[in-house]
């Protein structure tokens, strides 16, 4: 069996390498693309990271593929319907960093609400104001968490270990849940005018496309904090920015932004098919970064050093079992 990484670090290809024995590998640290098909087009089997972009055309160009090993929960990156259409099997990474994205989303939650990055700036800029670094406790606000799945869980454990009250949205209620962590669902319009916090964590999917728009963010309770750990697309970029420049948001800690797929090699730019998508894209980051209110962070949620481990372990076990004939972790 012939099998092409892609996305993959030394230290990734040194424990995969030995996980299959008897199979032809191929390690590629840049992401999968139009460009570089030829690379895997013997291959039979192919893993990816969010990068990597997989697309009814380039389906056609890998004949030998069956069998797409995604070392990610979300699989917005690759054409599933192709897939199914060419009874190509796709495999993610379900569980493994709910409680490291939840972590990681108080990391965020916690610099803005204390000011901790505004802090480091003044503090480099040699501004020293202490006014205007007053923060705000935690116990007794609001958080609305908007998606209640494995990650908004434990982001919900944690908020109520800190005293919060938690207000949720999902299209699916898990009632034994809500009594025996203590939170509530509500309508997203409810949560988004009551909660002094929103934090996202929702699938990306056609329906949830710019699940934030003008109208909602307006719905928002004035000077309320943003957080997104989930995928850029749930939010409006022109909206946020209006909302951050009016006030009527009080800060956003990001870790994902719209387009950041098209942006992650900045050189590639004048290269690429998406080449004015991407340059909008950028400039909305900018204008993002310039801001004090707002905390970023390159998509690194998941990237804690036992995350990875477990992300390696489950694609390892995912590729065995589909050589074995069963369904592990399959989306499609």
Request: charged share 25%; with cysteine; aromatic share 6%.
């Amino acid at each position: 069996m012939k099998i092409a990484f892609f996305e993959v670090k030394d230290w990734e290809r040194d424990f995969l390498a030995p996980q299959f024995p008897g199979c032809t590998l191929a390690f590629h640290p840049e992401r999968l693309d139009s460009s570089n098909l030829e690379a895997a087009a013997e291959s039979e089997c192919l893993s990816v990271f969010i990068y990597s972009r997989i697309t009814a055309a380039d389906l056609d160009r890998l004949p030998q593929l069956k069998l797409i090993v995604t070392r990610s929960t979300g699989t917005d990156h690759i054409d599933t319907a192709a897939c199914r259409q060419r009874q190509i099997a796709v495999a993610n990474v379900p569980h493994y960093g709910e409680n490291t994205v939840a972590e990681h989303t108080f990391a965020l939650i916690l610099s803005l609400s204390r000011n901790v990055h505004k802090s480091y700036r003044h503090a480099v800029e040699g501004r020293m104001e202490m006014a205007a670094l007053t923060g705000f406790d935690l116990k007794g606000k609001t958080l609305g968490v908007v998606g209640v799945g494995r990650i908004g869980m434990h982001v919900v454990k944690i908020a109520r270990g800190f005293g919060m009250r938690v207000l949720a949205y999902d299209v699916r209620q898990d009632s034994f849940l809500a009594e025996l962590l203590n939170f509530t669902y509500a309508p997203l319009e409810q949560v988004l005018a009551e909660s002094d916090i929103i934090t996202l964590h929702t699938p990306y999917l056609p329906a949830t496309h710019h699940l934030l728009n003008r109208e909602r963010l307006r719905l928002a309770k004035r000077g309320a904090l943003l957080v997104n750990t989930a995928r850029g697309g749930l939010v409006d970029t022109d909206a946020l920015l209006e909302a951050l420049q009016s006030g009527q948001l009080g800060g956003a800690g990001l870790d994902v932004l719209e387009g950041e797929e098209l942006i992650r090699e900045e050189h590639e730019l004048l290269h690429s098919p998406r080449a004015a998508e991407a340059l909008q894209a950028l400039v909305r980051r900018s204008e993002l970064l310039k801001m004090d209110n707002v905390v970023f962070t390159p998509h690194n949620a998941f990237n804690s050093r036992e995350a990875m481990q477990r992300i390696l372990e489950t694609t390892v076990a995912n590729v065995l079992a589909w050589q074995r004939g069963e369904e592990l972790n399959r989306v499609v």
